[in-house]
């Protein structure tokens, strides 16, 4: 049975992004059961929001911001429910120097009611909790614990990489070779 929730949590409520996109709770799964589907259809490389949160300790369901382990924030609002893919149709690019204008941007065209989905390992060098990835898509990794775990190529492959992860690679690659 799918449960479909038409209002995020209260302190979440923001009226473009409540319109646009709802969670969905999918009974079949015991834990972290929730995923979020947007109402409307987007073009690759339409904004579908800003990325907005407060930093905090790193936890299952924060996003890393920067190139340390402490560099994370807890997204502030419904797009916190957004679930990992192998094969995933956004990005959190937060590539800018500026929070404010880091954003989630579609990496290919998106239907309504489809799921948004981004590469975790673009963004994550390690997970606080890895787990077994469930989406089923050809190009899946199976476990996922973080890029450091994943090729750089095969996380460039799925359209996005963030800029520290790319300076992890590197640093890891330098001592390797020192
Ligand atoms: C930020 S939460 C995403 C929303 C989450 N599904 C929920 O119900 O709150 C991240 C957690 O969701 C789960 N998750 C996300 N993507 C997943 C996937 N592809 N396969 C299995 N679990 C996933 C993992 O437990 C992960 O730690």
Redesign the pocket.
Known sequence: MHIVENQPPSRMIDAGLSRDFYVHRDASWQ?????LRTNKRWKAGDVLGPVRGTKSPRK??TVQCGPSSEDNITVDSIF??????CDPNVAFDMSSKHPSEWHIRALKAIDAEEEL?FF?PSTEWE?D?P?????ASPMCLGL?RGARDVGLEQIKARGYVSPWIIELFRDREERVGA
């Not at 834990?31 to 995923?35: K, L, P, T, V």
């Not at 916190?80 to 893919?85: A, D, Q």
């Open positions: 834990e972290f059961s929730a995923s299952y369901d916190v429910y957004v679930n990992h893919s989905t975790y997970l909790q787990f077994e990835c469930r989406c996922v």
